[in-house]
């Protein structure tokens, strides 16, 4: 006895497949690779703060935190982190006295509010990034910063540099009333 159905089934599959073939091929270009798996290690490389935030914000709730937004001087003092160690090709730059956390969020007018930051060279990707930070007890800790509701991330291209590609994400608690 023969089964008609399990043939139309593998028809249907098979009709199903080369559909979703043809669909891929007419849509080209416009498939892009999602902002946390883009290589950054280009000189218009630049990480996206709203994914970094969402992925971020999505840890920290998994583990009981408030969740954190793009503020946009964090992410001009973490850009200034990020290229003084692209300047330099080393994360040890982020040890000179001018661009000590501290004096950074002096900087913004914002002296006494609790921050924390993650500077890191070599990751090509946020995807990357983010993995290695929840790995490394230090980093970790710095991503479950318990009052941050803010961050500023950023990365500057050094081509010239062993690892390239080199990061500062700041965690801040909210802005002081004023």
Same mark, same amino acid.
Not at 21 to 47: E, H, I, N, S
Not at 99 to 114: C, K
Not at 130 to 138: A, D, L, N, Q, T
């Given at each position: 006895?023969?089964? $008609?159905?399990?043939?139309f089934l593998?028809?249907?599959?098979?009709?199903a497949?080369?559909?979703?073939?043809?669909?891929?091929?007419c849509?080209?270009?416009?498939l892009?690779?999602?902002p946390f798996?883009?290589?950054l290690a280009r000189?218009?490389?630049k990480?996206?703060?709203?994914?970094?935030a969402?992925?971020?914000?999505?840890?920290r709730?998994?583990?009981?935190?408030?969740?954190v937004?793009?503020?946009?001087?964090?992410?001009?003092i973490?850009a200034?982190?990020?290229?003084?160690m692209a300047?330099e090709?080393?994360?040890?730059a982020? @040890?000179a006295p001018d661009?000590?956390?501290?004096?950074?969020?002096i900087?913004?007018?914002?002296?006494?509010?609790?921050?924390?930051?993650?500077?890191?060279?070599?990751?090509?990707?946020?995807?990357e990034?983010?993995?290695?930070w929840?790995?490394?007890p230090? $980093?970790?800790?710095?991503?479950?910063?318990?009052?941050?509701?803010? @961050?500023?991330?950023?990365?500057?291209?050094?081509?010239?540099?062993? $690892?390239?590609?080199?990061w500062s994400?700041?965690?801040?608690?909210?802005?002081?009333?004023?």
């Amino acid at each position: 006895m023969v089964d $008609h159905r399990t043939g139309f089934l593998s028809l249907k599959l098979a009709l199903a497949g080369a559909l979703t073939l043809l669909l891929t091929a007419c849509m080209g270009d416009r498939l892009q690779t999602p902002p946390f798996y883009q290589d950054l290690a280009r000189a218009d490389g630049k990480v996206d703060a709203a994914t970094a935030a969402q992925m971020i914000s999505q840890y920290r709730v998994n583990n009981g935190l408030s969740p954190v937004s793009p503020d946009s001087k964090l992410i001009l003092i973490a850009a200034s982190q990020a290229q003084a160690m692209a300047a330099e090709g080393s994360v040890r730059a982020s @040890l000179a006295p001018d661009q000590q956390l501290a004096t950074r969020m002096i900087s913004i007018g914002e002296p006494r509010t609790a921050a924390a930051e993650n500077v890191s060279a070599g990751y090509r990707t946020f995807a990357e990034a983010f993995s290695g930070w929840r790995e490394s007890p230090k $980093h970790n800790e710095v991503l479950l910063t318990k009052d941050a509701t803010r @961050l500023g991330i950023a990365t500057a291209y050094s081509p010239s540099a062993k $690892h390239k590609v080199f990061w500062s994400l700041v965690l801040a608690a909210p802005k002081p009333a004023q």
